[in-house]
Structures are given as structure tokens and as C-alpha cells.
């Protein structure tokens, strides 16, 4: 009975892979089919020269530049903000936290993790508004759409930090005592090398989740044609808001068609960062092993 059992579980699970793969390559294939068409120059510079847009020595106003350096700086600035946080909270309730502090907090953050990320956009939409009745310059602007974002993975980034750390084999921390290590150093140099890949799991899935959200920035700063963002406190583009406009607003087959143009720029930039988050931890990592 054990036997069979164990082989339709292995059935269902490769029926349940080929699925996936299959719905993920034909999910894929067409907006490659679609967007293909649409990749040109032109899409990204409009009608000013690349140069000259590189350059910042023309405004690009017809093109997809000013989004595409708009969802970097934002994604930079959710990573520069939420990543200090969510590891230090991460490394708080695997190590240091007692059992009590540990469940009330575990709850807390699986409630945020939980929370709709429109209920986000309204919370920094309502902050800014708030705000702006004591600081009259602040408006939804690149700096409300980082931090409400960072709100919104930060819970990903403590969830994962933490598991990666619980995960380690005990022995690793009853080593790095008997040698004399104490428990900041046994972190620092032992565990955290250790659970790199973990805690780099949690932070591209951070990345991601801060690169394609729609409802959060729509509410907090983004507008069409904002152009390239002058400072934190400035209106800016994002291709994702871009995409929901192009896929809402289209007039014709053409503007369609750029829509799934910027898509496939938009996982472009995503595998970009990701491959980057992977050659740092790469790094990082073998930094902290060789110190160790």
C-alpha cells in the first residue's frame, strides 16, 4: 500500500511540473509573439536620438526610457530601504528572539505578509496626504512609492532570513561556542555564510515583488508621463504602471503591442537583477568563508 501510494505521489508530482512548465512556455511563447515586434529603439528612446537621451541632453517624452530608469531607482531605493529592516528583524527572531516575542512578532509579520497590496498603496496615499499638512513640498513622489513598497516586502525579506537561519544544523552554533566565538560573531562569520543562499532567495523574490506592483506605486507617485525623476521628492514612470495604462487605455493593435514590448523589458530588468543578487551572494558568501 506504501509503494503505490508513494508512486501516485511521484505521478502527481511530475503531472503537476510538466504543467507548470507547460503553462510557464506558452505564458512565454506568446508574449514573445506579441512583444517581439515591438522591441526597437524607438520604443525605448522615441524620437530623441539614444545618445542624446543617455546623456540627458533631451527629454524623452515618447518613449520608455524614463519608465525603465524609474522602475531601477525604485527598486533600489525599496532594496536600500527595507533590506537593513527585514535583516535585522530576520536575524532578531531566529537568534535572539525568547518563544513569546517570537510568536507575537511571527504573527505580526505573517498579518503584513498578508495584506493586500492596494491596502498598502492607500496607507502611503494616506500618509502623504498627512504629511503634506506639515511639509507642503511633499506630494506623492519616487520617495512615498520606496518606502510603502518596502512595507510591502519586508515581511518576505524577515521570513526568509529568519528560516534560513533556523534551518542550520545546531552544531553549527555548539562549534563556533566550544571554539570561544560568541554569539555576534558566530552570526557574523559561521551562520550567515551558511544561510546565504536563503536569505538571497527572500531578497529576489523581494526584487521581484517591488518590480512588477501596479497598485502600490498607482496610488503613491507614479503618473505617464512624468519623465526622469530630478529627486526623491518628484513624480516618476515605472513600466509596470505603464503596462496597466497600455493595456487599458489602447487606441490601436500598435499601442498594444508596445505594451507587451515593455513587458518583455520589464522581465528583462528583473532577470538583470536577479542575476546581480546572485553574483553578490556568490561573492558575498566567499568573502565570508574566507574570512572564516
Known amino acids: 500500500m506504501t509503494r503505490v501510494f508513494d508512486f501516485l505521489l511521484y505521478i502527481?508530482?511530475?503531472?503537476?511540473?510538466?504543467?507548470?512548465?507547460?503553462?510557464?512556455g506558452t505564458f512565454m511563447v506568446f508574449l514573445l509573439t506579441q512583444g517581439l515586434p515591438?522591441?526597437?529603439f524607438d520604443l525605448i528612446f522615441g524620437s530623441t536620438g539614444m545618445w542624446d537621451?543617455?546623456?540627458?541632453?533631451?527629454?524623452?517624452?515618447?518613449?520608455?526610457?524614463?519608465?525603465?530608469?524609474?522602475?531601477?531607482?525604485?527598486?533600489?531605493?525599496?532594496?536600500?530601504?527595507?533590506?537593513?529592516?527585514?535583516?535585522?528583524?530576520?536575524?532578531?527572531?531566529?537568534?535572539y528572539a525568547g518563544k513569546r516575542s517570537k510568536s507575537f512578532f511571527s504573527l505580526i509579520?505573517?498579518?503584513?505578509?498578508?495584506?493586500?497590496?492596494?491596502?498598502?498603496g492607500l496607507f502611503g496615499f494616506s500618509l502623504t496626504i498627512f504629511l503634506h499638512k506639515h511639509f507642503t513640498f511633499l506630494t506623492p513622489c519616487l520617495l512615498i512609492s520606496a518606502l510603502a513598497l518596502a512595507l510591502l516586502v519586508l515581511p518576505y525579506l524577515i521570513r526568509s532570513t529568519q528560516m534560513a537561519l533556523e534551518e542550520l544544523p545546531t552544531s553549527l552554533r555548539l562549534?563556533?561556542?566550544?571554539?570561544?566565538?560568541?554569539?555576534?560573531?558566530t552570526i557574523r562569520f559561521v551562520l550567515l555564510p551558511q544561510a546565504a543562499a536563503g536569505i538571497f532567495s527572500g531578497i529576489i523574490l523581494a526584487i521581484?515583488?517591488?518590480?512588477?506592483?501596479?497598485?502600490?506605486?498607482?496610488?503613491?507617485?507614479?503618473?505617464?508621463?512624468?519623465?526622469?525623476?530630478?529627486?526623491?521628492f518628484n513624480s516618476y514612470e515605472a513600466l509596470p504602471f505603464y503596462i496597466y495604462y497600455m493595456a487599458s487605455q489602447?487606441?490601436?493593435?500598435?499601442?498594444?503591442?508596445?505594451?507587451?514590448?515593455?513587458?518583455?523589458?520589464?522581465?528583462?530588468?528583473?532577470?538583470l537583477l536577479f542575476t546581480l543578487a546572485w553574483l553578490i551572494r556568490k561573492k558575498i558568501t566567499a568573502r565570508l568563508l574566507y574570512h572564516h
Not at 109 to 120: Q, R, W
Open 109 to 120: 509579520f505573517d498579518l503584513l505578509a498578508g495584506v493586500p497590496s492596494i491596502v498598502i
Open 38 to 40: 515591438a522591441l526597437s
Open 250 to 271: 489602447f487606441s490601436d493593435q500598435q499601442e498594444l503591442q508596445q505594451g507587451f514590448g515593455a513587458a518583455l523589458i520589464l522581465l528583462a530588468i528583473c532577470g
Open 12 to 24: 502527481f508530482a511530475w503531472i503537476s511540473g510538466l504543467i507548470l512548465v507547460g503553462a510557464c
Open 175 to 185: 562549534t563556533a561556542a566550544a571554539l570561544g566565538a560568541d554569539q555576534a560573531t
Open 208 to 232: 521581484g515583488r517591488a518590480a512588477e506592483d501596479t497598485a502600490v506605486i498607482m496610488l503613491t507617485g507614479v503618473v505617464v508621463s512624468a519623465g526622469i525623476p530630478r529627486s526623491l
Open 53 to 95: 537621451a543617455l546623456l540627458l541632453k533631451r527629454v524623452v517624452s515618447d518613449g520608455l526610457l524614463p519608465a525603465i530608469v524609474g522602475t531601477f531607482l525604485l527598486v533600489f531605493l525599496v532594496l536600500l530601504t527595507a533590506l537593513p529592516f527585514g535583516l535585522g528583524a530576520g536575524i532578531y527572531l531566529a537568534e
